[in-house]
């Protein structure tokens, strides 16, 4: 199996893996979209809520904002020795307290840990007006995509690839063409509709689709990079593999 990353930043990546089978990067994008960790706003006591919103609606809002967090510092909390009860091992407390009129956004949340705190500050929670007052304490913890998507890791797609065999073909002026190992892989940056270098290949023969080859788009929805969502999969994926095989060896 080969990887070549073609494009990244903190919130996307863009990569090309060859040598592998339709199952298996079908797997990989399960993974990455509902079985890795991550933090998010699961309970809400309020102690105050003047809004025009009622708690439902906020507490919903709460859970759907991305925190950060130390993948090294928190355990799941059914796994975490406090056995479920909830501990700063498993737990991370946010509060708030405010007064309108003015606009709450996710930047208003206080954190008791310095590593856990909204990816953005100016998520828009609830507008109050005069006099109005919300107070709450929120409670954060680790879980899966799987159940429920406030903790979803990322929006994955992937693709097979059309590759150009030949360099001269005059390329789309927002493609880009991406050396693979049969060819040049057209990069579609900034446009995701327009193939017009591949057409113009296909008329002259000159484009071939890569067997087992494909082109993953990983845009991270959680507090972890678009390149920790990729690792933390592989992780997972890996132990899942491992324990796979022991199982089967039970059964010789």
């Not at 071939?208 to 990079?225: A, I, P, Q, R, Y």
Request: net charge neutral.
């Amino acid at each position: 199996m080969q990887v070549q990353v073609l494009n990244k930043n903190d919130f996307e990546i863009q990569f090309l893996v060859e040598g592998v089978k339709p199952s298996f990067v079908s797997a990989l994008r399960r993974v990455m979209v509902s079985e890795i960790p991550t933090m998010s706003i699961e309970v809400v006591d309020f102690k105050k809520n003047d809004s025009a919103l009622n708690d439902e609606v906020i507490a919903n809002r709460l859970g759907q904002v991305p925190l950060t967090f130390d993948k090294e510092a928190y355990n799941i909390t059914e796994e975490c020795k406090c056995e479920g009860k909830g501990c700063s091992n498993c737990q991370v407390k946010l509060t708030l307290k405010k007064r309108g009129p003015r606009m709450v956004y996710s930047g208003d949340l206080k954190s008791d840990s310095k590593d856990v705190k909204p990816v953005f500050g100016e998520i828009p929670v609830v507008e109050l007006f005069n006099e109005q007052e919300v107070q709450f304490e929120a409670t954060a913890q680790l879980g899966y995509g799987k159940v429920h998507t406030k903790w979803q890791g990322a929006v994955v797609g992937y693709q097979e690839n059309p590759v150009i065999l030949e360099k001269e073909v005059k390329p789309c002026p927002v493609h880009k063409l991406v050396p693979v190992s049969n060819g040049y892989l057209v990069r579609k940056s900034d446009c995701e509709f327009c193939l017009e270098s591949v057409e113009e290949a296909k008329k002259k023969g000159k484009v071939v689709t890569m067997e087992n080859s494909f082109l993953f788009n990983v845009e991270s929805v959680c507090g972890v990079s678009a390149e920790g969502v990729v690792l933390s999969a592989a992780e997972v994926l890996e132990k899942k593999f491992s324990e796979f095989g022991k199982d089967l060896k039970k059964l010789k």
